[in-house]
């Protein structure tokens, strides 16, 4: 493996403090059956950390590197969060920027999986197509899973200026895995066959990137 490589994540929003609070309210949402992460609420924070150590733990095991952004549980702000990998990437010559999430919707009945790049063409764009890929591959050809996307300027990554993807120095995706406010998608996120092959997606996906290098 390519010693000059390393991986960052980012878990986004926060997890349960140490008396088994969540701490980022706004990024939660209570199913009315179900239990979730508890008496119906699924906690995205907590997802998303769910699937950034499942991640994690495959990579380790293919000595591949990699540095935790995010904080075990406080949801730190994101200019701390963009300047610590962009401080530790100072150390490769290469690398990429993965932020994980869980999406939601006003109507609770938005579906499916997205991945998103910073606007206009950039070097991320070649890796989302790559990871949509890989989860289409997956979970999306036998119709496990929605396969949100938009194709307008040739690609399947959606575009937006969210922070993490305009200011790190490594080619960075933020990805969107189903909608947690939908109870259907929100049974499939909890599922471990469902988060085992996303997080293979992930994986197969950096090691396709790395080969390109």
């Given at each position: 493996m390519n010693d000059n490589f390393c991986v960052f994540f980012d878990a986004g929003h926060g997890g349960l403090d140490k008396l088994g609070r969540y701490v980022t309210a706004g990024k939660s949402f209570k199913h009315s059956k179900g239990t979730f992460h508890g008496g119906g609420w699924f906690y995205e924070g907590v997802w998303n950390r769910t699937i950034t150590q499942e991640v994690i733990t495959k990579l380790n095991a293919l000595s591949i590197p990699n540095i935790l952004i995010s904080h075990e549980y406080l949801d730190t702000k994101l200019s701390y969060r963009v300047d610590k990998a962009n401080w530790?990437?100072?150390?490769?010559?290469?690398?990429?920027?993965?932020?994980n999430h869980a999406n939601a919707s006003v109507s609770h009945r938005g579906r499916g999986f997205e991945?998103?790049?910073?606007?206009?063409?950039?070097?991320?764009?070649?890796?989302?197509?790559?990871?949509?890929?890989?989860?289409?591959?997956?979970?999306?050809?036998?119709?496990?899973?929605?396969?949100?996307m938009d194709t307008r300027d040739g690609d399947k990554d959606r575009e937006a200026n969210f922070y993490v993807l305009k200011n790190t120095a490594m080619p960075a995706i933020l990805v969107e895995h189903l909608f947690f406010d939908n109870y259907e998608d929100a049974l499939l996120l909890m599922d471990d066959e469902i988060i085992d092959k996303f997080s293979e997606a992930q994986v197969r996906t950096i090691i396709e990137y790395m080969n390109t290098l």
């Open positions: 530790y990437y100072k150390n490769f010559k290469k690398g990429i920027f993965i932020s991945v998103f790049t910073s606007r206009g063409p950039t070097k991320a764009d070649s890796i989302a197509e790559l990871h949509w890929n890989n989860v289409n591959e997956l979970l999306g050809k036998d119709g496990t899973i929605t396969m949100r």
